[in-house]
């Protein structure tokens, strides 16, 4: 039980490290998201300049999403579904954790553009 706790301490302890990160400029970075070539990503932001920053789990996550987008990036039929409009999703998107019945949101990005988020 002692050593639970104490993996448990150590996996606060490292969060707490890597919220205390430092910008050159002296500023601490925090959790945010960006624009990366049309895809938006994990990164951490410095508060005090805006710089924006990568750690090893953000960019193998921007390389894996790169590589799905890559593949799948194709233009897409509407269909009629009942009295509903859809579009099918690639199944190579699974691996982002898109699944039958998920709930998504759907919101207006634009005049010619829309949001989905799950």
Do not use: W
């Amino acid at each position: 039980m002692n050593q639970d706790k104490n993996l448990d301490l150590l996996g606060k302890n490292v969060k707490r490290f890597v919220k205390k990160m430092k910008c050159e400029c002296g500023g601490t970075f925090v959790d945010s998201k960006t624009d990366f070539k049309g895809l938006s990503v994990d990164c951490m932001v410095c508060r005090y300049c805006g710089r924006v920053s990568f750690d090893t789990s953000h960019i193998k996550k921007i390389i894996d999403l790169t590589s799905l987008a890559k593949k799948t990036m194709k233009k897409r039929k509407l269909i009629s579904v009942g009295d509903s409009i859809a579009v099918t999703i690639p199944k190579k998107f699974e691996t982002l954790g898109i699944k039958i019945g998920n709930e998504v949101s759907i919101e207006l990005a634009g005049s010619n553009a829309i949001k989905i988020e799950f």
